[in-house]
């Protein structure tokens, strides 16, 4: 359908439909790759935002860089100390908090699925876009996540 016909709420939406539809895609392929080590998705998630961290980070600042849900991301996190991967510290700001960083553990683990993940994520991408398509899926997608502000969300 031309976008002359469609109405830019529709063309909105129906964008919008298009970007979930390829997002689950492909993240159905990812999960069915042999590269998680035992880890979930959503494990593996928490542990890359952790390792992009320059500090220990609050749960709720965790919260705002994944997507689950504040009791759901709490469990979770328990899981991953029991299983040494992550560690829990005193925040030197606010004693009755705890920071969360990862174990030396963690750390070879999200490296290890990482270097395999982003493999595939490669080869994922660059088997269906250009290097033109990828730059500017990349500039849209950043727009995206910036407030019309100007503030990223």
Do not use: I
């Amino acid at each position: 359908m031309d976008t002359r016909t469609r109405g830019r709420t529709r063309l909105a939406n129906d964008a919008w439909e298009a970007a979930l539809g390829a997002h689950g895609a492909l993240m159905r392929g990812f999960s069915a790759e042999d590269v998680w080590h035992g880890l979930t998705m959503r494990e593996y998630d928490v542990l890359y935002t952790l390792s992009k961290c320059d500090s220990p980070q609050r749960l709720g600042d965790l919260g705002g860089h994944v997507l689950l849900s504040q009791p759901g991301l709490s469990r979770l996190v328990d899981r991953l100390v029991e299983r040494g991967l992550v560690a829990r510290c005193a925040d030197p700001r606010d004693a009755r908090a705890a920071n969360l960083t990862l174990t030396d553990e963690g750390r070879s683990l999200q490296r290890r699925v990482g270097r395999a993940h982003g493999a595939s994520v490669a080869a994922a991408m660059t088997a269906r876009l250009t290097d033109e398509e990828l730059a500017l899926l990349e500039s849209l997608s950043l727009k995206l996540a910036t407030d019309p502000e100007g503030d990223p969300t």
